[in-house]
């Protein structure tokens, strides 16, 4: 199994310019989410879902689009770029909603916005 | 206040040595609780969870206090390759996948 894969690995936008990071699993696991890491904050979520079509806001959704049309892939919409939102970018899924189950993160995709 | 708070360290320790820090969390309806690591630039990956009774794994043993609302986590004879920063997570509820709370992290670096 890869695990949690992400794209890019590292990302530098102008403001006002949109992009798509993907997010994907092999492991057949419900639960996707994405968090932002900024120094000092700590992790925070931007959005999750609990299966395939079903997603809903975290902490930080301002500025992110999900969407989950099949189990395995999550992508994370920026739909226009800010300074604000350069930040490091992690997925992250699990096997059930049950909140004891240990989450599996993806390797991070570092994004900088101009 | 952020829910789970943690010192962000650096804990200097030498080789060997015993080292242990704390995690506060705000939310006394917290269910359950884990230490994650995370090395510099990697993602986090799952350190172990802390039960109620306490628990250990090796070298690392997790307490939790409901009383005085912490985790703690302990690592005994430490070694050079347990630099790393140790993220404190709670949650709220035993079925919401969304409350999953982060503390900032605790720096370690053991030293030779």
């Known amino acids: 199994n890869a695990g949690v894969t992400q794209t890019p690995k590292f990302q530098v936008l102008k403001t006002g310019q949109s992009m798509t990071l993907q997010c994907a699993q092999d492991m057949n696991h419900e639960y996707m989410s994405w968090y932002r890491q900024d120094p000092g904050m700590g992790l925070r979520l931007i959005h999750y879902?609990?299966?395939?079509?079903?997603?809903d806001q975290g902490e930080v959704p301002n500025g992110y689009n999900v969407s989950r049309s099949t189990t395995e892939d999550f992508p994370l919409r920026l739909l226009s770029a800010a300074p604000s939102q350069t930040s490091v970018y992690f997925c992250?899924?699990?096997?059930?909603?049950?909140?004891?189950?240990?989450?599996?993160f993806g390797p991070g995709t570092r994004l900088t916005v101009l | 206040r952020k829910e789970v708070e943690q010192d962000p360290g650096p804990f200097n320790v030498p080789e060997g040595a015993t080292v242990a820090f704390n995690c506060t969390y705000s939310?006394?309806?917290?269910?359950?609780f884990f230490w994650y690591r995370q090395d510099c630039r990697k993602e986090p990956k799952l350190l172990m969870s802390v039960y109620s009774s306490g628990n250990e794994d090796g070298r690392f043993t997790a307490q939790l206090n409901r009383a005085s609302q912490y985790i703690s986590l302990l690592i005994r004879d430490s070694k050079l390759s347990d630099s790393a920063t140790y993220l404190c997570?709670?949650?709220?509820?035993?079925?919401?996948?969304?409350?999953?709370?982060f503390g900032a992290g605790t720096q370690v670096v053991v030293t030779p």
């Open positions: 879902s609990v299966g395939a079509g079903i997603t």
């Open positions: 939310n006394s309806a917290s269910q359950s």
């Open positions: 992250a899924s699990s096997p059930t909603e049950n909140s004891y189950n240990e989450q599996f």
């Open positions: 997570v709670v949650t709220l509820t035993t079925d919401s996948w969304g409350k999953f709370q």
